[in-house]
C-alpha cells in the first residue's frame, strides 16, 4: 500500500511513528522523509501486518491524522 500527501511545508522533515494492535503506544520509526518543495510526500508499507501510522513534523507541532493499514 502507499500514498501520496500534499500540503506540508515546503522542505518539512517528518518523522513516522506507528504502533501495531495490542501495543499501548506509538513508537518512533527510523526514517525520516523529506516532504517536496510542493510540500508532497509519498509513503509506502513495508509490512504485512495491521499498523496505526502518524506523521509528525519532527518538532511535533503538526501531525497527520492516524491512518489504520489493514492486513493485505
Do not use: C
Not at 31 to 43: H, K, N, V, Y
Amino acid at each position: 500500500m502507499s500514498g501520496t500527501t500534499t500540503g506540508v511545508g515546503e522542505g518539512a522533515i517528518l518523522r513516522p511513528w506507528m504502533r501495531f494492535p495490542g501495543q499501548s503506544g506509538d513508537a518512533e520509526g527510523a526514517a525520516r522523509i523529506a516532504a517536496a518543495d510542493d510540500g508532497s510526500f509519498t509513503w509506502q508499507r513495508r509490512t504485512g501486518k495491521k499498523i496505526y501510522v502518524v506523521i509528525k513534523t519532527s518538532d511535533g507541532e503538526v501531525k497527520s491524522n492516524r491512518v489504520t493499514i489493514p492486513v493485505r
